[in-house]
């Protein structure tokens, strides 16, 4: 009679621990490879936030240029305004009333009167014994801003009533006036001064 011999082969004993421990290694590698996504998503957020903030100071920088630009420009546009009223208007109308036999006292640049609410602001006060002339000056002349003269030279005498008695006149000046506004302005009674020479 044959022996018969058995064979027994080692098989691995599986523990509930170590299907628990497999799971919190599974689950410490999931954890690490997110934070580490988290982390790379957190730097590419932040360059692109320093990138933007970079960007934006530039723009600021630009705009900041540029407003400083157009300062200087509104600036150097006031200051030739102001030259044309010192250097061309107040000696054509003081030129203009004399030749037209009203003599000229005095000539006020930038008159700015207050009284009981009403406020009136003239570039060019002339002014006589008998006459009050308001002058506004313009870099470029539109009927609006006749409109608002004679609704200023209406209001003179109220503000200045030392000049009670005196007639009030008025005259435009622009460094552009264009042929219809000129109209506009004599329609009503306004002298018209432009820097080609002319006086109408």
Known sequence: MKSCRWKFAALPI????????????????????????????????????????????RKFQETERLIKQL???LGD??????????????????????DQGIAVHAV?????????GVEVEIDLL???????????????????????HLERLSKLKRVLP??????VMGAVAGMVVEEKVAK??????????RPNGRTD
């Open 71 to 73: 300062s200087k420009n």
């Open 126 to 148: 002339v002014v006589n014994d008998g006459a009050l002339i308001g002058v506004e000056c313009k870099s470029k002349l539109v009927e609006a801003h006749i409109d608002a």
């Open 184 to 193: 506009y302005a004599l329609m009503h009674g306004l002298y018209v001064l």
């Open 108 to 116: 006020y640049p930038n008159i700015s009167a207050k009284r009981n």
């Open 162 to 167: 030392i000049y009670k008695d005196h007639q």
């Open 14 to 57: 599986r523990t509930f621990n170590d299907d628990v421990w497999r799971l919190f290694q599974e689950t410490d590698r999931l954890i690490k490879e997110s934070a580490q996504e988290t982390d790379r998503r957190f730097q590419e957020t932040e360059r692109q936030m320093k990138a933007s903030a970079l960007e934006t100071d």
């Open 77 to 98: 546009i006031g200051n030739r305004l102001d030259e044309f009223v010192e250097h061309m208007v107040a000696p054509a109308v003081v030129r203009v009333f004399r």
